[in-house]
């Protein structure tokens, strides 16, 4: 069953709860970027101050770029097409929009050994085997963020990205994966200061996996990947 509030003033949507501490909350409209902020700073406070549970938030965002710590002004290729919104994540320009799923990770690193770059690589890992379990084989390239796959041609695309903070060993913002968005949204910016490749998608690669299928696959292998 889909929850059937969106996220808006306050934290809203079906708690499907994960182990002893973690919950999944669904939303099922697009949630509105400053909304979605305002809410994950609030409870990355109540989680470090040990007045909330570990959640991740399964949502998608009006079409909208957002800049990361590391955005460089020249990769916005077309400012006026999409809201654009300064994220304090890591990593550069991304586009979130319908059609790809957003998945917000607020999880206590103190628990997890307190290493950042294991618990990038462990966000990796979970989405490529939740990709395997529809059937796409997904990998990581060195000196790239994210999760990519082999195009039909030959060539390669970015399917999944990548962009976390940390506060307090809380950890914030997450991952997004391309389902079936729009992809000429992308051509607004550089993704993530990538500019020799290109962005694709399930949809884009054949498949007809629904956000409900994606959903299935992430539930089933993040307490395996995230500790949960």
Known sequence: MRPTEPLQNRVSGEDK???????????????????????????VAALAAGTAREQLWFLEHPPLYTSGTSAKPEDLLNPGSFPVYAAGRGGEFTYHGPGQRVVYVMVDLSRRGRDVRAFVQSLEGWIIRSLEELDVTAGIRD???????DRPDGGEAKIAAIGIRVRKWVSFHGISLNVSPNLDHFAGIVPCGIRDFGVTSLADLGLTASMEDVDAALMKHAPEYLNL
């Open 143 to 149: 000196g790239r963020i994210g999760v990519w796959v």
């Open 17 to 43: 709860t994960q182990g002893p501490g973690a919950a999944f909350r669904f939303f099922p409209e697009p949630v509105a970027y400053p909304n979605a902020l305002q809410q994950m700073e609030a409870h």
